[in-house]
Every structure is written in C-alpha cells, then in structure tokens.
C-alpha cells in the first residue's frame, strides 16, 4: 500500500509540474503559444479558457472530495493529451514527446489512485 501512494503521488505530481509549466507558458508567453495554436489551426481566443481548464482539472485530481469531477477531470486530460499527441504529430514539429510523457503519468495516476481508494 505505502509502494502505491508513493507512485500516486509521484506520477500525479509529475503531471500536475508538467500542466502548471504548461498554464504558465498559456499565460506567460502568449504569443509563442498563439503562433503555435494558428499553426495547429486552432483559435487564440481558447488559450486562455483551455489554461483555467487545465487548473481546476489539476485542482480536480488533487482534491479527494471530488470524485465524480476527478473522474472527469481525468478523462478530459486523457482526451487532450491524446489530441496534442496528434496534433503536434501532424505538423511535424516533433514536440510530441510531452504529449506522450503527460500520457503515461496520467494513466499511472489513474491507476494508482484507484488501487489507493479501493
């Protein structure tokens, strides 16, 4: 049990240092991430919305009285991470990789969360 919590923490840790650098690029330097946005042909008006998205769902995933929200939160990440994936795969910029690391720390998460509260 002491095994599991540790790579919980570690693993959901990890994520959430990945999407906090993530939200701070969102808002610390917006214009590199709208270039990037309008070459993925996405609109700039979302990178600010989809940055708190990312915050209440790190909050989600922290707070254990929220478990249906940290279910949610849990699949939007999953479905966003899948879609960067493809995205920046797409384009060819090769920035993928990050994609592919938040994946295998949000399964780990998942999986090591529900072993904990069961």
Known sequence: MKRDKI???????LLSLLMLF?????????EDVAVM?????YPTYIIYPYAMAKIL??????NP??????EWAY??????????FFAHYMIGDGEQMASVIAIILLITSYIFNKRINN
Do not use: D
Not at 22 to 30: A, D, E, G, L, Q
Not at 37 to 41: P, R, S
Not at 75 to 84: D, E, P, S, T, W
């Open 7 to 13: 790579i919980y923490y570690v693993a959901t840790g």
């Open 22 to 30: 993530s939200v701070s690029m969102y808002f610390f330097k917006h």
């Open 37 to 41: 946005f309008t070459g993925f042909g």
């Open 57 to 62: 769902g790190i909050f989600a995933i922290w």
């Open 65 to 70: 009285k929220f478990k249906v929200i940290k």
């Open 75 to 84: 699949a939007g990440f999953f479905f966003a991470f899948i879609l960067a």
